[in-house]
């Protein structure tokens, strides 16, 4: 995997300044404990055939146990397997818990919905504790209007919340899609819970998730992270460094103290495209970023 530069992490002191002037004042399934740090990766983030050997390494890398408590987990479009995953069986016999993105199709076809209900079941019969994502960051791309994504969202939401799961909106919050993610709050029904996914890099390009949080405490919708970390898009005019992290990870370590994040927040560790965040050694400078906001949510 590529490594990041010393330059990259330590920036400079322009970098520093620019960050100080910006930084930041500073219905459910009742086995879903509300409050985890927790960390998604794959066996092939650290090159085992294992997930647990790779959750493991990570959380002994960090000196925290985020992998075995809270992961993401991906489901492709129209995929519903008929039993969970090793990955998750795996995991969830350590007691992990996962937040799963779902991607029913978008046609709205009633035969999907019964597909939903049957996946949802059979995840429930082999004990895995979840909550449901309804299509992650539909507002960046995928769904070109709210109208679209908000008559998406009631006709499968209701199958979620009728099998007992909580089912989630997570939006992409980077500068693009921040707007975005209010335009497609959706509701009727509300969501039992908001997830962001918003990295560092989104971060120093000027977006923030207060407003955002803000409108779902306001209908009494708790928050957490599905996705953080140092990096995701393109990055080329604002690439992250070592002191825009620490003044990320304050940020975020400052909204959990305010009880703001009471659901969790799930650190982003795995490939595909997004390597860049994967901590590869216990030196990594950014692990006391990534301990001080797990502690602060833990602590919350």
Not at 95 to 124: I, N, Y
Not at 186 to 215: C, K, N, V
Not at 262 to 288: E, H, K, M, T, V
Request: hydrophobic letters at 45%.
């Amino acid at each position: 995997m590529r490594g990041l530069s010393r330059r990259e992490f330590l920036g400079g002191t322009a970098g520093l300044t620019a960050a100080a002037a910006l930084a930041p004042q500073l219905r459910t399934q009742a086995a879903v404990v509300p409050g985890l740090a927790g960390a998604t990766l794959s066996a092939a983030s650290y090159g085992v055939a294992s997930i647990l050997k790779a959750a493991d390494i990570f959380d002994g890398f960090v000196g925290l146990p985020m992998a075995k408590t809270l992961q993401k987990i991906y489901l492709g479009r129209n995929q519903f397997p008929s039993t969970p995953s090793s990955k998750l069986t795996q995991l969830a016999s350590v007691g992990c818990q996962f937040a799963v993105s779902v991607r029913p199709t978008l046609a709205l076809a009633p035969f999907e919905q019964r597909k939903l209900a049957q996946w949802l079941d059979s995840m429930k019969n082999a004990g895995i504790s979840f909550r449901v994502i309804l299509y992650s960051e539909a507002n960046n791309k995928v769904f070109r209007t709210a109208a679209q994504y908000l008559a998406y969202w009631q006709f499968y939401a209701p199958t979620i919340q009728a099998a007992g799961i909580p089912c989630c909106y997570d939006p992409g919050c980077n500068p693009q899609s921040i707007s975005r993610a209010l335009e497609f709050f959706p509701s009727d029904p509300a969501p039992d819970e908001l997830w962001m996914d918003y990295y560092a890099t989104s971060f120093r390009g000027g977006a923030r998730i207060d407003q955002l949080i803000e409108h779902a405490q306001a209908a009494g919708i708790p928050t957490g992270l599905a996705e953080w970390g140092w990096h995701a898009g393109p990055g080329l005019t604002s690439p992250m460094i070592m002191p825009w992290w620490t003044y990320y990870c304050n940020y975020l370590a400052n909204l959990a103290g305010q009880g703001k994040l009471s659901l969790g927040a799930i650190y982003f560790d795995a490939p595909g495209g997004l390597a860049q965040n994967i901590i590869a050694a216990a030196n990594d400078p950014r692990i006391p970023g990534i301990q001080k906001v797990a502690r602060a949510v833990q602590q919350a």
